[in-house]
């Protein structure tokens, strides 16, 4: 696995860990693929909801691409404080290097107040690209 980047924005700890995925990748058709998994932390004293996300995706060829959408796989998770949400999704790049950052859109269930969640920014590297 790769390094991992964390970040707590209002009680809420966003932790992501990548692995390049080898096997699906096509370094000679300029096709990588990555993997990242995603841990959500509830540290606030506040039950809250993730209701959609925003990506920032760049490699290393300067192409920038952004995802907007509802929830995270499908879902909209709701944490409890102290709970825990993990997931892992994957992104491909036309080159070996990249990365990412974003945000999560959550709301506070007592208030319905909404707040951002900072994603860290996050490195995509393939390993042959360390060598």
């Not at 964390?6 to 692995?19: D, F, L, R, Y």
């Not at 039950?47 to 952004?66: A, F, G, N, P």
């Not at 007592?110 to 995509?124: C, G, R, T």
Request: glycine letters at 6%; aromatic letters at 10%.
């Amino acid at each position: 696995m790769g390094t991992i980047a964390t970040q707590v924005t209002h009680g809420i700890k966003i932790s992501v860990e990548t692995k390049f995925q080898n096997e699906h990748s096509e370094v000679e058709n300029r096709y990588f693929l990555f993997a990242y998994f995603v841990t959500i932390e509830n540290k606030s004293d506040f039950t809250v909801q993730l209701l959609s996300r925003h990506w920032d995706i760049y490699d290393s060829s300067s192409e920038h691409s952004v995802v907007d959408g509802e929830g995270v796989v499908g879902e909209k998770p709701v944490l409890e404080p102290g709970e825990i949400f993990e997931y892992n999704s994957a992104c491909s790049l036309t080159t070996d290097i990249g990365k990412m950052s974003g945000t999560y859109l959550m709301e506070r269930q007592l208030d319905k107040a909404k707040f951002n969640v900072i994603i860290p920014e996050f490195e995509l590297v393939a390993p042959q690209r360390l060598n």
